[in-house]
Protein backbone atom coordinates (compact mmCIF):
# COMPACT_ATOMS: atom_id res chain seq x y z
CA UNK A 1 0.00 0.00 0.00
CA UNK A 2 1.73 3.60 -0.72
CA UNK A 3 0.60 6.31 1.81
CA UNK A 4 -0.10 9.35 0.71
CA UNK A 5 1.66 12.16 3.20
CA UNK A 6 -1.75 12.47 5.75
CA UNK A 7 -0.16 11.63 8.81
CA UNK A 8 -2.73 9.95 10.60
CA UNK A 9 -0.09 8.77 13.06
CA UNK A 10 -0.80 9.74 16.31
CA UNK A 11 -0.77 6.54 18.56
CA UNK A 12 2.58 6.19 20.52
CA UNK A 13 5.07 3.94 18.58
CA UNK A 14 3.36 4.53 15.51
CA UNK A 15 5.43 3.73 12.20
CA UNK A 16 6.08 7.85 12.12
CA UNK A 17 8.75 7.53 9.64
CA UNK A 18 6.62 6.64 7.03
CA UNK A 19 5.31 9.84 7.38
CA UNK A 20 6.49 13.06 8.52
CA UNK A 21 8.45 13.13 11.23
CA UNK A 22 12.16 14.09 13.13
CA UNK A 23 14.02 11.96 15.19
CA UNK A 24 17.00 11.18 17.32
CA UNK A 25 19.28 8.41 17.48
CA UNK A 26 21.77 8.07 20.53
CA UNK A 27 23.81 5.90 22.64
CA UNK A 28 25.89 6.50 25.25
CA UNK A 29 28.05 3.14 24.72
CA UNK A 30 28.17 0.64 22.00
CA UNK A 31 27.30 1.14 18.29
CA UNK A 32 25.21 -2.42 17.98
CA UNK A 33 22.59 -0.87 20.23
CA UNK A 34 20.75 2.78 20.67
CA UNK A 35 17.60 4.90 21.38
CA UNK A 36 14.97 5.87 18.52
CA UNK A 37 12.93 8.26 19.44
CA UNK A 38 10.56 10.58 17.32
CA UNK A 39 7.97 13.28 17.10
CA UNK A 40 5.59 14.18 14.67
CA UNK A 41 3.95 17.39 13.84
CA UNK A 42 0.98 15.93 15.67
CA UNK A 43 2.06 15.43 18.37
CA UNK A 44 3.00 11.54 18.20
CA UNK A 45 6.17 9.50 20.34
CA UNK A 46 8.04 6.88 19.17
CA UNK A 47 10.62 5.36 21.27
CA UNK A 48 12.39 1.82 21.10
CA UNK A 49 15.41 0.18 21.56
CA UNK A 50 17.33 -1.11 18.25
CA UNK A 51 20.11 -3.56 17.94
CA UNK A 52 22.00 -3.31 15.47
CA UNK A 53 23.98 -6.06 13.06
CA UNK A 54 27.17 -4.83 12.15
CA UNK A 55 30.14 -5.67 9.64
CA UNK A 56 33.48 -5.33 10.41
CA UNK A 57 33.36 -2.45 8.99
CA UNK A 58 30.84 -0.83 10.98
CA UNK A 59 28.25 -0.93 8.22
CA UNK A 60 24.57 -1.80 9.15
CA UNK A 61 23.56 -5.82 8.13
CA UNK A 62 19.90 -5.49 9.86
CA UNK A 63 18.34 -4.03 12.44
CA UNK A 64 16.24 -5.11 15.07
CA UNK A 65 13.55 -2.79 16.92
CA UNK A 66 12.24 -3.13 20.80
CA UNK A 67 8.88 -1.56 20.46
CA UNK A 68 8.25 -2.56 24.37
CA UNK A 69 10.65 0.26 25.28
CA UNK A 70 9.10 3.16 27.13
CA UNK A 71 10.35 6.44 27.82
CA UNK A 72 8.44 7.09 30.99
CA UNK A 73 9.38 10.66 31.73
CA UNK A 74 9.35 11.72 27.96
CA UNK A 75 7.94 14.72 27.39
CA UNK A 76 6.83 16.74 24.49
CA UNK A 77 5.23 19.83 22.64
CA UNK A 78 4.53 20.42 18.61
CA UNK A 79 4.02 24.05 17.39
CA UNK A 80 3.22 24.11 13.73
CA UNK A 81 2.82 27.39 11.64
CA UNK A 82 1.22 26.19 8.66
CA UNK A 83 -1.55 23.18 8.39
CA UNK A 84 -0.96 19.49 8.77
CA UNK A 85 -1.60 17.24 6.03
CA UNK A 86 -2.14 19.83 3.48
CA UNK A 87 0.07 20.33 0.80
CA UNK A 88 -1.70 22.76 -1.64
CA UNK A 89 -0.35 25.40 0.75
CA UNK A 90 2.82 26.85 2.07
CA UNK A 91 3.75 25.65 5.66
CA UNK A 92 6.17 27.76 7.45
CA UNK A 93 7.73 25.30 9.87
CA UNK A 94 6.78 22.79 12.93
CA UNK A 95 8.41 22.59 16.06
CA UNK A 96 9.04 19.66 18.41
CA UNK A 97 10.53 20.68 21.90
CA UNK A 98 11.52 17.61 23.69
CA UNK A 99 12.43 16.60 27.39
CA UNK A 100 14.35 13.01 28.09
CA UNK A 101 15.65 12.04 31.48
CA UNK A 102 18.69 10.28 31.52
CA UNK A 103 16.88 7.70 33.48
CA UNK A 104 14.94 7.20 30.91
CA UNK A 105 17.62 6.28 28.98
CA UNK A 106 19.03 3.44 31.88
CA UNK A 107 22.05 6.01 32.12
CA UNK A 108 23.51 8.35 35.00
CA UNK A 109 23.66 11.93 34.19
CA UNK A 110 27.04 12.40 32.06
CA UNK A 111 30.21 13.94 33.00
CA UNK A 112 31.61 16.93 31.76
CA UNK A 113 33.58 16.09 28.69
CA UNK A 114 31.72 12.78 28.39
CA UNK A 115 31.28 11.57 24.53
CA UNK A 116 28.18 9.83 23.40
CA UNK A 117 27.17 8.95 19.99
CA UNK A 118 23.91 10.14 17.79
CA UNK A 119 21.88 11.59 15.08
CA UNK A 120 19.20 14.11 14.35
CA UNK A 121 17.08 13.12 11.37
CA UNK A 122 13.75 15.06 9.89
CA UNK A 123 11.33 13.32 7.21
CA UNK A 124 10.15 15.99 5.21
CA UNK A 125 6.93 14.62 2.95
CA UNK A 126 4.10 16.37 1.26
CA UNK A 127 2.13 15.22 -1.30
CA UNK A 128 3.05 15.89 -5.04
CA UNK A 129 7.03 16.99 -3.94
CA UNK A 130 9.98 14.73 -3.46
CA UNK A 131 10.70 13.61 0.26
CA UNK A 132 13.68 15.57 1.29
CA UNK A 133 16.04 13.11 4.09
CA UNK A 134 17.84 15.00 5.80
CA UNK A 135 20.19 14.35 8.92
CA UNK A 136 22.73 16.50 11.14
CA UNK A 137 25.60 13.94 10.85
CA UNK A 138 25.89 13.29 7.36
CA UNK A 139 24.52 9.95 5.84
CA UNK A 140 26.21 8.45 2.88
CA UNK A 141 24.86 4.89 3.65
CA UNK A 142 21.56 3.38 2.21
CA UNK A 143 19.78 4.04 5.76
CA UNK A 144 19.67 6.41 8.78
CA UNK A 145 20.52 3.36 10.72
CA UNK A 146 24.40 3.66 10.07
CA UNK A 147 25.65 4.20 13.79
CA UNK A 148 29.00 4.30 12.50
CA UNK A 149 28.49 7.26 11.47
CA UNK A 150 26.63 9.35 14.22
CA UNK A 151 28.18 12.51 15.46
CA UNK A 152 29.55 12.91 18.30
CA UNK A 153 27.64 14.93 21.19
CA UNK A 154 30.39 15.92 23.89
CA UNK A 155 28.45 17.09 27.47
CA UNK A 156 29.53 20.13 28.80
CA UNK A 157 29.99 22.12 32.08
Not at 2 to 30: H, M, Q, Y
Not at 103 to 124: A, H, I, M, Q
Request: contains cysteine.
Amino acid sequence: MTRISKLPFTERDSRFWEEEVCEFFVTAGNLEQYFELQWNPLGGEFDAIIDNKLDGSGISNGIEGHWEFTAESMESAVVVDGSVSDSSDIDVEWLAEVRVPFSDLNVTTPKPCETWRGNFYRFNRGSGFEEELLAWSSVTLRSFHQPSQFGYLVFGE
